[in-house]
């Protein structure tokens, strides 16, 4: 079956950087995209960029360009997130999840990493 | 704010039946399909419509979704107590090229 694993936890102080990675089994890695989206508490939803395992070509939306590094490992069929210059305001559950195309939804979902900034 | 519109908050008893409205623009919904997530308490979002209307594998046939021009609903049949959650629409969006998400309603069972 599809799974998404994430890794666990993290309390990072402020100005440094998370590493928050995304583990996946149960489909053919290099066929979809991994996305990542975050949700800070009580808020909805926010996408923070995209990577095509296959190629490792990534893009992400201009807020978060400069910060955030999206890489692959192929050989464990794993994502990585990495969100540099943390604030305070970057406390939030980090999701990743996959998807065939822009077309095509989100069908699987990692738990979610929850990040926390505090000094 | 969210770059589709929902409305933050709905609510009905056991039996009725709600609908939850998107808008967006010519960029996201006008243009690509909706699809519409579901987050009890606690969870990660999961799928609940695609591609306007289609229901994945699972997905009681009480919801429902639908979509014209740039506006797109979701609609719970026979409201049950375990419907309450937050549903977040979300579409394509071409100038953004990347999702969009609405700001997720809440709804509550009476």
């Known amino acids: 079956q599809v799974q998404l694993v994430q890794s666990g936890a993290e309390i990072i102080k402020p100005g440094a950087s998370v590493n928050v990675s995304c583990r996946t089994s149960?489909?053919?890695?290099?066929?979809?995209?991994i996305h990542w989206v975050r949700q800070a508490p009580g808020q909805g939803l926010e996408w923070m960029g995209r990577?095509?395992?296959?190629?490792?070509?990534?893009n992400s939306p201009l807020k978060f360009q400069g910060r955030v590094t999206m890489t692959r490992d192929t050989s464990i069929s794993t994502a990585y997130m990495q969100l540099s210059s943390l604030r305070s305001d970057d406390t939030a559950i980090y999701y990743c999840?996959?998807?065939?195309?822009?077309?095509?939804?989100?069908?699987?979902w990692g738990r979610g990493t929850l990040v926390t900034v505090s000094s | 704010q969210s770059v589709l519109a929902q409305p933050p908050s709905a609510s009905g008893t056991p039996g009725q039946r709600v609908t939850i409205s998107c808008s967006g623009s010519?960029?996201?919904?006008?243009?690509?399909?909706v699809n519409w997530y579901q987050q009890l308490p606690g969870t990660a979002p999961k799928l609940l419509i695609s591609?306007?209307?289609h229901r994945p594998s699972g997905v009681p046939d009480r919801f429902s979704g639908s979509a014209s021009g740039t506006s797109a609903s979701l609609a719970i049949s026979g409201l049950q107590s375990e419907d309450e959650a937050v549903y977040y629409c979300?579409?394509?969006?071409?100038?953004?090229?990347?999702?969009?998400f609405g700001g997720g309603t809440k709804l509550t069972v009476l």
């Open positions: 999840a996959r998807r065939l195309s822009p077309a095509a939804p989100f069908d699987f």
């Open positions: 149960g489909y053919k890695f290099l066929s979809y995209f």
């Open positions: 990577i095509n395992p296959d190629s490792g070509v990534t």
């Open positions: 010519n960029s996201n919904i006008g243009e690509n399909t």
């Open positions: 591609f306007n209307s």
């Open positions: 979300a579409a394509w969006d071409d100038s953004l090229y990347g999702p969009v």
